[in-house]
């Protein structure tokens, strides 16, 4: 998988999920049918969000972004629909053009973010193991914390 094709399938699936979080809330609060969806659309949306943030600094650090393209695709992400916007952007501008710099046989990584980016490009099961128990144990914390309390 490319940065093109990560970020890009990444961002679609943000808008995607933002779009069943508002029909839910228009189901709820205007239409005031069902709450179902607020509940589905929420917990896709929340997931998809983070890994929305994740692989945008993922590629932003490939691709050697400026910081306010950067910043800008992270900002992306709570607007409604705009990570489809920032990827064409990104697109016509050619800043997702190229391959992974820093996978194995490729470009050495300088300084600390680079070292984890070379580290999961060229280690991805055990990359992968690792956010499995990383998302395992913020979910384990976040169930025994409980869900958010309605103040009034």
């Given at each position: 998988m490319s940065p093109r094709s990560l970020f890009r399938s990444v961002a679609v699936a943000e808008a995607?999920?933002?779009?069943?979080?508002?029909a839910g809330m228009f189901l709820k609060y205007v239409s005031e049918t069902t709450d179902v969806l607020v509940s589905i659309g929420g917990a896709l949306h929340g997931f998809v969000f983070l890994a929305y943030l994740v692989s945008t600094a993922f590629v932003w650090v490939n691709q050697r972004w400026s910081a306010g393209t950067g910043i800008l695709g992270l900002v992306a992400g709570v607007v409604p629909f705009a990570t489809v916007l920032f990827d064409w952007q990104l697109?016509?501008?050619?800043?997702?053009?190229?391959?992974?710099?820093?996978?194995?046989?490729?470009?050495?990584?300088?300084?600390?973010?680079?070292n984890v980016q070379a580290w999961v490009l060229r280690n991805p099961l055990a990359a992968v193991l690792v956010?499995?128990?990383?998302?395992?144990?913020?979910?384990?914390?976040?169930?025994?914390?409980?869900?958010?309390?309605?103040?009034?």
């Open positions: 995607i999920t933002w779009a069943l979080l508002l697109e016509r501008r050619g800043k997702l053009d190229g391959g992974w710099r820093l996978a194995a046989g490729k470009e050495q990584p300088t300084g600390p973010v680079e956010a499995v128990v990383g998302v395992s144990v913020v979910f384990t914390a976040l169930l025994i914390v409980g869900p958010p309390v309605q103040v009034g």
